[in-house]
Structure formats: C-alpha cells, structure tokens
C-alpha cells in the first residue's frame, strides 16, 4: 500500500516532478495483431488517466515523452497518425486543463511540428498559461542532446554580444536555457515496456532521478501500475553522493 502520514492520512514523500518515457504502443498493438497506431490511441486512453491521478495526488510537474527527435525516422503514415492524435488530445483536453488548473507546456523543437499541430500546442500553452496546480509538460520532438547543444549555443551567443561573462555560468544558469527552465528535475523517471534506456530523455535533469520500469507496455499502464512505481518511490533512499549516515540525519533533520 502506498504510504500516507499516521494523522491525516496524507501522502507522503511523493516525487514533485514525474517524468515517463511513455514506451510500448507497438508490441501492445502487435501482440493484439492490430496496426500500430492502435496501441497509440489506446495509449492516450494511459496518458488521461496518468494526468488525471497525478493532478489528484498534487504531483506538481508531470512530463510525458511523447514524441522524440529519433521518432521523425518512423514510417510516415505513423508520424502522420501520431501528430492527428496530438492534435485531437490538445482539443480534447483543454476544457479539463482548464477545469483542473493544469498548465500545459512542451519541450522539445516544436518548430517541426506540422503547423496545425504547432498552432494547436501554442494556442493550448497560452491559455492554459496561468493555471497553477500542475505543470503538464509534453516532450515532443525532443532530444536531449539537441537540447543541451541549444542552451550551449544559446549561452555562448549571450556571451558574445557582451550580456553573460563565461565566468558567470554556473549550474543554475545552464538549466535555465534548457526547455525545462524553471521546473523541479524529475524525482521519479518511469519507464513502461521493460526497456532499461533512456532513449534521449532530459539527459540533463535527470542526473539524480529515481529510475523505474515497468514491463507493462504504456496502454496497460493504468492507475495501479503508477500507484505500484510510487509506492517503490516512496521506499527508495536518494542519498544524493552522501553517506546512508549523512542522509538519515538529513531526513530527520528536515522531519521526511
Ligand atoms: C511509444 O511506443 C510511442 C512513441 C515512441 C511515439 P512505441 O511506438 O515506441 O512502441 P514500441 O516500442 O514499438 O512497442
Ligand atoms: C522513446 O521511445 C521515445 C518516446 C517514448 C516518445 P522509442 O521507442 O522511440 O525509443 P527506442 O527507439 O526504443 O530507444
Ligand atoms: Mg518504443
């Protein structure tokens, strides 16, 4: 069961930030003997209910790899088919982004989305823009090394027109060009379908994130199968480099 504090029966220790490597739609087509693209409709069915239950348990940053860079390589009938159904889940969601205070963001080169889709993301990102319970943020068309390359670039250019000295950039600032700039780094990274990469995934922010995979392919991925990560979660020990000594201090010290 998951764990909740004695006295209000409150959650505790929870991840601020979930990021999911939402893997798998293909062989959960396949082993139905359907065309691949079920597994990907059934699979934003998953990512509803992921968002729902999050959003419920106060998670406040919720990122979905939706679609990476690599993905541009598939069959164009999939990437036609994968942007039709982003289109339609941006549609589709925004009254319950509104309702819920979700914010949408993205990550990623969004500039390649196919217009319509791009419009529809923007368009969804403005409106959402001051809701505050949770950030909801989609990797599309996302690598994170074409990422880091960008704040790389972005950093030497403020440099050279004279805004940044060198000296100055420190950890802090580099996260701050990334696309995840203001967010928490992801406690809790999931991976669904039993692959053990990370397939290009913030390779950045998630140096000291909690790693979990599942087997379950991302259709089957339901409220159990996020409970069950969460409940491993809460048992982790995230020591951070220190000592298991050094770390039960600083739990008690900080009262978790
Ligand atoms: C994840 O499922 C969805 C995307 C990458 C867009 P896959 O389409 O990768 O499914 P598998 O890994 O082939 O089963
Ligand atoms: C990672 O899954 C990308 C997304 C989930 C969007 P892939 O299926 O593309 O990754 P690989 O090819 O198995 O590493
Ligand atoms: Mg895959």
Redesign the pocket.
């Known amino acids: 069961m998951i764990k909740r504090t004695a006295k209000s029966s409150e959650l505790i220790r929870l991840p601020r930030h979930i990021a999911i490597i939402?893997?798998?739609?293909?062989?959960?087509a396949?082993r139905r003997g359907f065309p691949?693209i079920m597994?990907?409709r059934q699979?934003v069915k998953a990512v509803r209910s992921t968002v729902r239950l999050c959003r419920e348990l106060n998670i406040e940053v919720l990122t979905l790899y939706?679609?990476?860079q690599e993905?541009w390589g598939r069959p164009k009938e999939e990437i036609n088919a994968?942007m039709d159904l982003l289109y339609d889940y941006l549609k589709s969601e925004l009254d319950e982004m509104l309702g819920n205070q979700i914010s949408l963001r993205a990550a990623g080169q969004i500039e390649n989305l196919p217009e319509r889709v791009r419009t529809c993301l923007l368009d969804t990102i403005e409106k959402t823009s001051s809701n505050t319970a949770m950030v909801l943020n989609l990797a599309l068309s996302y690598g994170g090394r074409a990422e880091i390359v960008g704040a790389a670039r972005g950093l030497a250019h403020q440099c050279l027109s004279g805004t940044l000295n060198p000296e100055d950039i420190d950890e802090s600032i580099f996260a701050s060009n990334l696309h995840t700039a203001g967010l928490p780094d992801p406690d809790l990274l999931i991976r669904t379908?039993g692959e053990s990469r990370l397939s290009n995934f913030l390779l950045y922010q998630t140096a000291y994130s909690e790693f979990y995979i599942t087997p379950a392919?991302?259709p089957d991925f339901d409220e159990s199968e996020l409970l069950k990560a969460l409940f491993e979660y809460q048992n982790r020990e995230r020591r951070f480099g220190l000592t298991n000594e050094q770390h039960s201090e600083s739990c008690t010290a900080k009262g978790s």
């Open positions: 939402m893997d798998g739609n293909g062989r959960w396949k691949r597994g990907h699979g939706a679609f990476s993905n994968l379908s392919f991302w």
